[in-house]
């Protein structure tokens, strides 16, 4: 009977503590994505317009705004 109790009492501390730890990460997780729902900008490197990343077309470690511009490649100056 003691230890019954015992094993319950730790299995409820337990869940208790679990339950906690995610809503802590839970909550973390939300402010840490509002703050990173900035989408970074890429330049496009034929025409240097200004894109939202998930946007943008890479090619070759480079970032374009279409698929023509990433085709025409970088504009050399
Ligand atoms: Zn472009």
Known sequence: M???RLLILALMAL????L????KSLSAEQSSSRLTQA???V?????QLHLP??????LHNRWYCSN???QAGP???
């Not at 869940?15 to 679990?18: D, F, K, L």
């Not at 906690?20 to 809503?23: A, L, M």
């Not at 990343?53 to 890479?58: K, L, T």
């Open 2 to 4: 003691g230890i019954s």
């Open 15 to 18: 869940a208790g503590w679990w």
């Open 20 to 23: 906690w730890k995610k809503v």
């Open 39 to 41: 989408t970074p900008m």
């Open 43 to 47: 330049c496009c490197a034929h025409c």
């Open 53 to 58: 990343q998930p946007e943008a077309v890479r």
């Open 68 to 70: 023509a511009h990433a």
């Open 75 to 77: 504009k050399h100056q």
